[in-house]
């Protein structure tokens, strides 16, 4: 890809009139940054531009020391000779799709997006826009998300049952946006709740956003805790280590779109898979992308084929990025 | 059909057997009798068949979901299943269930057989606007086939004889074979009494347990009958009274239609009897290999050439009943000479054969035997105890199987496609390559198995970063990663490229130590299957020199 606006470089998307990358790998000047996930938002660049509520999240990652600057979302700002403004994508707090304009030309780089709701973030913001770079995760319908409050239950409920038999309820959920979502939905009269100690970092931050969250113990090595009827929210990260040999009783559930499909719980040997995901499903894609008005639309992380075919068949021109990560096929 | 749900998710989601088991249990004591014998009949590994084609029913699907049709078949591939794809593309407004399982799959599902594709359509479309959400799911297991929930019969005869009290012999024997719901109840399942069993039905089948030990801790010599393990399709062939009988295969499926000369041994035989034994290809020469065999799988009602063409016989190696009286209980010995008394008598044209026993007077000699097993075309031995009952299932310490060790060849995985089920979405199904005589790699065969979950995680985050092309369902790969594939044996097929087909590739090991350069040449695998003409030259036909393989 290479128009007007960006281009693909091995780094990443680059915007030659600002001379700035976004969300970039290597080593670049200057790196325009959509969340603070560990694939978008990379240690190593000399400086970084992303949202104000993105910034403490970021440094968690990055490093303390790192050299960001931040815009808070709507307002606009001149890097060279492009208009830069961040605009929220509703994937976890923070995280933005990020608006260039050059000469009068808009392109728009979601970053990962859902359109549906969520306490713990800023609302997705429908952006208008001539190109549009979307994520496309899961690129297929049938990813189907309910509204989170019905997952919500579903989580409360199993671990009421859980509790019922006095066993720990261990749910995998990924440390940063997931955990938190999790978290704001839980019904902490059902017991005492805990978290691992790589997702209790980001808790303080979400506090200062006025997200409110349930009082949490992060479990420390060497210490004695009563699990009986607890929560434990971990990244699933851990699943396989010697940590979770503290939970033998517990009934272990995960939190994520892949859930969805029956083998991928099936294959882990979980007892229940929760269907809460953070990117849009396929009929949030579909929406939005029609939405931005955008005439080129680029798609990225995942298996875009599926989804660029379809669009291509309604008369929209849509191309998979070439170059894109196939992130989405590795399970992220 | 609520129950019938809850009961389906929950297999699905429990994940140790006896809970399994417990919740079966449950279920069957609950469920309304119409129901529960649905259940019966599902598990005992029957489908409604001819409800709709595949392709139809990704049309109506497509149409329903408004997709395109590629994209139905895009979402099939990422799910696995059908079923499963179709429950996660129709929207489901239903609230309340309203329908017992009964009435679903007699208003929903069996009538599709007679209608027109508009009628069916229509039908389809009825059933999903009454269908919630959690009905999804299994509803289209039963209309798929797919279904499965993890239950083996054998664990349905132990819900089914916990709830009857009746031994999970009898309960086996009672939904054994061909039966529908209309002719079979679940008071006929759990009758309590009635230890007179129909006579027509086979008995569950004794297993041989693979021999792990080595062969001299069984013992004696002299304890053991042994005979040649045969490549074939096990079977009972039974009869009643009148000249009537049936053919049953392991799986307990009625297969006489595919094998009518079989049938036409019925009259010759004495009323109430039950062998069991080995269906084979049978040419002039003796046992052909299976390939030719499975010529005559699955066709129903062979006419007259293709039966002169392929021919079969029925080797019988056991004497289950003989004028109704139950020999299982007596000794292998006993049932063994009561079964060559009785083969004598009978006329020489018909294909029925015994299999013959192997004398040696050690192991070691047995040993050397084996090494016969290839020429022979059979598997290795079959070690029979002289004193053991007939057991249901496989009871270690009755019948060994003590199989030749199998080819081994390293290959290249070429290409991988998504697996299915409980693989969904990872690359387990490989197509494995060796080298021609132009340096080219050609497909030989395709594993699913044999990697552990740790291996298989490898090598599906290798595949997806090494994908070089698409083709349908099958992603091509670069060439790197080798296994060495474990086989039964080979024979010409004109599907591949090689010219080579091989039976049961399993993956053996994966040799992270070996280059591509190292794996196998496919004249070493034409080697292995005797398929090399000079090899081919001056091998007689495979017979005993006792004679006792000449049936004809």
Redesign the interface.
């Known amino acids: 890809m290479k128009n007007e606006v960006l281009e693909l470089r091995r780094e990443g998307l680059y915007c030659p009139a600002g001379d700035f990358y976004i969300d970039p790998r290597g080593n670049v000047a200057r790196a325009v940054i959509t969340h603070a996930h560990s694939d978008h938002g990379r240690p190593g660049h000399r400086s970084y531009l992303c949202s104000d509520s993105c910034k403490s999240l970021l440094k968690i990652r990055i490093g303390k020391d790192s050299h960001v600057e931040s815009l808070a979302f709507g307002k606009r700002t001149k890097i060279g000779d492009a208009w830069v403004s961040f605009h929220p994508a509703g994937h976890i707090l923070g995280s933005a799709q990020i608006r260039v304009e050059v000469r009068g030309r808009v392109w728009v780089v979601s970053g990962d997006y859902k359109p549906q709701a969520d306490q713990t973030c800023e609302p997705f913001e429908l952006v208008q826009c001539d190109g549009f770079v979307s994520e496309c995760t899961f690129g297929l319908p049938v990813y189907r998300w309910l509204p989170e409050t019905e997952i919500h239950q579903q989580i409360n409920q199993w671990w009421a049952e859980n509790s019922g038999e006095n066993r720990p309820s261990l749910l995998f959920s990924y440390s940063l946006g997931k955990a938190q979502r999790v978290l704001a939905g839980l019904n902490k009269e059902i017991g005492p709740i805990f978290v691992h100690s790589a997702v209790y970092p980001f808790l303080e931050y979400y506090a200062q956003a006025g997200i409110k969250l349930p009082q949490v113990t992060k479990i420390e090595r060497g210490k004695d805790y009563a699990f009986e009827d607890s929560m434990i929210i971990a990244p699933p990260a851990v699943e396989d280590s010697t940590w979770t040999r503290n939970f033998r009783s517990a009934r272990k559930g995960f939190a994520s779109g892949w859930m969805a499909v029956r083998g991928a719980r099936r294959r882990r040997n979980l007892d229940r898979g929760f269907i809460l995901s953070d990117h849009a499903d396929w009929n949030g894609l579909i929406e939005v992308i029609k939405g931005t008005g955008a005439e080129e639309i680029q798609v990225t992380h995942g298996n875009g084929d599926a989804l660029t075919r379809y669009l291509r068949e309604q008369g929209i021109n849509c191309s998979v990025l070439a170059g894109a990560s196939m992130r989405g096929e590795e399970e992220a | 059909m609520i129950e019938f749900a809850a009961l389906f998710h929950d297999l ?2 429990l ?1 140790k057997t006896n809970e399994r088991l417990d919740r079966l249990e449950e279920y069957l004591r609950k469920a309304p009798p119409d129901d529960a014998i649905w259940v019966c009949w599902f598990l005992s590994g029957n489908r409604i068949k001819g409800a709709i084609k595949t392709g139809e029913l990704r049309s109506f699907l497509a149409e329903r ?1 408004n ?2 049709v ?2 139905i078949e ?2 099939h591939d ?4 059908l079923a ?2 179709i429950s ?2 129709v ?1 489901s407004e239903a609230k309340d269930s309203s329908q017992s399982l009964n009435d679903t799959i007699r208003s929903c599902l069996l009538p599709l057989r007679a209608m027109g594709t508009e009628e069916r359509k229509a039908s389809f479309w009825k059933t999903w606007d009454l269908l919630t959400s959690v009905e999804m799911l299994p509803f289209h297991k039963l209309l798929t086939g797919g279904f499965r929930m993890g239950v083996s019969k054998g664990n349905l005869c132990k819900a089914l004889s916990r709830v009857a009290e009746v031994k999970p012999a009898i309960i086996a024997q009672r939904i054994a074979g061909n039966w529908t719901c209309d002719d079979l109840s679940m008071q006929d399942i759990l009758d309590p009494g009635n230890e007179e069993e129909n006579k027509g039905l086979p008995f569950p089948f004794c297993l041989a347990a693979p021999l792990q030990a080595k062969v001299e801790t069984l013992g004696e010599v002299g304890d053991w009958q042994v005979e040649w393990k045969w490549d074939g399709i096990r079977a009972q062939l039974l009869t009643t009274t009148g000249g009537g009988g049936m053919l049953w295969s392991r799986g307990e499926e009625s297969i006489g239609e595919s094998f009518p000369e079989l049938l036409e041994c019925l009259p010759h035989l004495p009323p109430g009897l039950c062998l069991d034994g080995e269906i084979l290809a049978w040419g002039r020469d003796g046992v052909r290999s299976f390939s030719r065999l499975q010529k005559r799988l699955g066709r129903k009602n062979p006419g007259p050439g293709i039966q002169k063409k392929e021919p079969v016989c029925f080797q019988a190696y056991d004497l289950l009943r003989l004028e109704g009286e139950d020999l299982r209980y007596s000794p292998m010995a006993e049932r063994r000479e009561r079964l060559e008394n009785l083969m004598q008598k009978l006329p020489d044209h018909l294909p029925i054969g015994i299999s013959p026993t192997v004398e040696e007077s050690t192991w070691a000699k047995f040993a050397d035997r084996r090494l016969e097993s290839r020429k022979r075309g059979v598997e290795g031995f079959m070690l029979k105890k002289k004193d053991s009952n007939y057991e249901s299932g496989r009871v270690k310490g009755a019948w060994y199987k003590w199989k030749v060790d199998p080819f081994l060849a390293d290959m290249v995985v070429v290409s991988a496609q998504l ?8 690359y387990t199904d490989y197509s494995l390559a060796v080298w021609n005589d132009s340096g080219e790699l050609v497909t030989v065969a395709k594993a699913y198995s044999g990697l552990s ?1 740790e291996e298989i995680k490898k090598v599906d ?1 290798f595949i ?2 090494n994908i070089t092309g698409k083709f349908g369902p099958v992603r091509s790969v670069r060439p790197e990663l080798v296994f060495e594939i474990a086989f039964e044996g080979a024979q010409g097929s004109g599907r591949h490229k090689s010219g080579v087909a091989l039976r049961f590739p399993r993956i053996h090991r994966w040799r992270q130590d070996k280059k591509i350069e190292e794996a196998d040449h496919l004249s070493t695998i034409r080697g292995f299957a005797g398929m090399n003409e000079q090899e081919n030259q001056g091998d007689g036909p495979l017979t005993d020199s006792s004679g006792n393989l000449l049936l004809f």
Do not use: I, M, S
Request: with cysteine; glycine share 10%; net charge positive.
């Open positions: 699905d989601v994940t979901a997709l395109p590629w994209l895009e979402c990422r799910v696995g299943d499963e794809t996660l593309l929207a697996g299915h089920g409980k693989r969904a979405n990872l979950n985050l997806r970063k």
